[in-house]
């Protein structure tokens, strides 16, 4: 009875194990650190008021509207340039420090998804440096994608100037 049982959990834990999927990583098309003399604190406080995008934009965003529909949450952006964008703002984490948003419209043709992240966190060697780490995950055509990576890396940049206007 006791060699039944054991071998009847044994199954069992087997078929539960089976539908687990394994975890699959993730590789960002876009990485980059932007170190600030300031606190991790202080720069959360102005990056996580997502209508604040305007002010350390450097110039580089004319107005941001920020809407509700339901419970979806979209950011409008309207750049120096006059071009557009809506973004979809997935989430904003108050304790961990890190905002998330999907970029809806427009995409260039041939990408079929991008969502950047900004996690603000402070230097291994120095409380008093923030980074913040920003990453861009993208589907779609490899060239298409590249294209926007480098649109979105310069406005990073701007963001990048003008909060070290701001804070230093």
């Not at 039944?4 to 078929?15: D, H, K, P």
């Not at 890190?98 to 970029?103: D, G, L």
Request: proline share 4%; hydrophobic share 40%; aromatic share 6%.
């Amino acid at each position: 009875m006791k060699k039944l049982l054991t071998l009847l959990l044994i199954c069992c834990s087997t078929a539960v194990m089976a539908q687990m999927q394994a975890a699959q990583r993730v590789i960002p098309d876009y990485t980059h650190e932007t170190q600030l003399k300031s606190t991790p604190v202080k720069v959360w406080r102005i990056i996580r008021d997502l209508p604040q995008v305007k002010e350390y934009s450097n110039g580089t965003i004319k107005e941001v509207t920020i809407r509700n529909v339901g419970e979806t949450r979209y950011r409008d952006l309207v750049f120096a340039d006059g071009h557009k964008r809506t973004d979809e703002i997935e989430q904003v984490h108050e304790q961990y420090k890190f905002f998330v948003f999907h970029i809806l419209e427009p995409l260039p043709a041939g990408v079929t998804k991008a969502i950047v992240t900004a996690l603000v966190e402070s230097s291994p060697n120095n409380d008093d440096v923030a980074v913040i780490r920003w990453s861009m995950i993208m589907e779609g055509d490899k060239s298409a994608r590249k294209a926007l990576v480098e649109s979105l890396s310069a406005e990073i940049a701007s963001y990048e100037a003008g909060l070290k206007k701001m804070l230093e």
